[in-house]
């Protein structure tokens, strides 16, 4: 069991930035490949990006390429704690939605809900223009 609890969400302007925070805790949390979608009224969940367990290799939706970074950072004390990050600079008002954080233990897909075991209760951001 995976329990994830994300953070930093809020109100910024166009062009701003905002940093989300994953704590995810739970036995074997570090094997898990961790990933962050988003989802705006009247739409479906959508990808945004994903780091592997190793925090080695990550992807990105194409339009979130260059302005959003994702990160992963180990509790060394604590093998059941990880933190997962999404830095998020150049805002654009297209971006507000409820961002959640997201683990996996498939080592193959990675850009669909449904390929996620756990997931978090979602942080909301808006972006004003």
């Known amino acids: 069991q995976v329990q994830l609890v994300e953070s930093g969400g809020g109100l910024v302007q166009a062009g701003g930035s905002l940093r989300l925070s994953c704590a995810a805790s739970?036995?074997?949390?570090?094997?898990?490949?961790m990933g962050w979608f988003r989802q705006a009224p009247g739409k479906e969940r959508e990808f945004v990006a994903h780091i592997k367990w190793s925090g080695e290799t990550t992807y990105y939706a194409d339009s979130m390429k260059g302005r959003f970074t994702i990160s992963r950072e180990r509790d060394n004390a604590n093998n059941a704690k990880n933190t997962v990050y999404l830095q998020m600079n150049s805002l654009k008002p297209e971006d507000t939605a409820v961002y959640y954080c997201a683990a996996t233990s498939s080592r193959g897909i990675y850009d669909r809900p449904g390929a996620y075991d756990y997931w978090g209760q979602g942080t909301q951001v808006t972006v004003s223009s």
């Open positions: 739970g036995r074997f949390v570090s094997t898990y490949a």
